[in-house]
Nanobody, 123 residues
């Protein structure tokens, strides 16, 4: 079993920054792909970014490219999402997840999920 705990969400003005963290515990391994997803009211959960086990392969949804940066520290079993130049449309609950299936933008490929952290961007 794997537990994921996100932190770092909050309220920020448009143009501001936040850094999300996700700490994994339990049967963790650095051999997992880790990803971030988000969901806003009335919308389906959306892929944001993933990072491979080595950190050498990273993928972002187009809407966050150039503004968000995903990274990981395998020694700490932690993945980060640095979010800059935030926009009101980034407002959502952000979830981290682990996939044992490999690199994927699909939520169905992820085995374990955190409880989510709210990010609210005011205009």
């Amino acid at each position: 079993q794997v537990q994921l705990v996100e932190s770092g969400g909050g309220l920020v003005q448009a143009g501001g920054s936040l850094r999300l963290s996700c700490a994994a515990s339990g049967r963790t391994s650095s051999s997992y792909t880790m990803g971030w997803f988000r969901q806003s009211p009335g919308r389906e959960r959306e892929f944001v970014a993933y990072i491979s086990r080595s950190g050498s392969t990273i993928n972002y949804v187009d809407s966050v490219k150039g503004r968000f940066t995903i990274s990981r520290d395998n020694a700490k079993n932690t993945v980060y999402l640095q979010m800059n130049s935030l926009k009101p449309e980034d407002t959502a609950v952000y979830y981290c997840a682990i996939s044992s299936y490999g690199l994927s933008r699909s939520s169905s490929a992820y085995d374990y999920w955190g409880q989510g952290t709210q990010v609210t961007v005011s205009s």
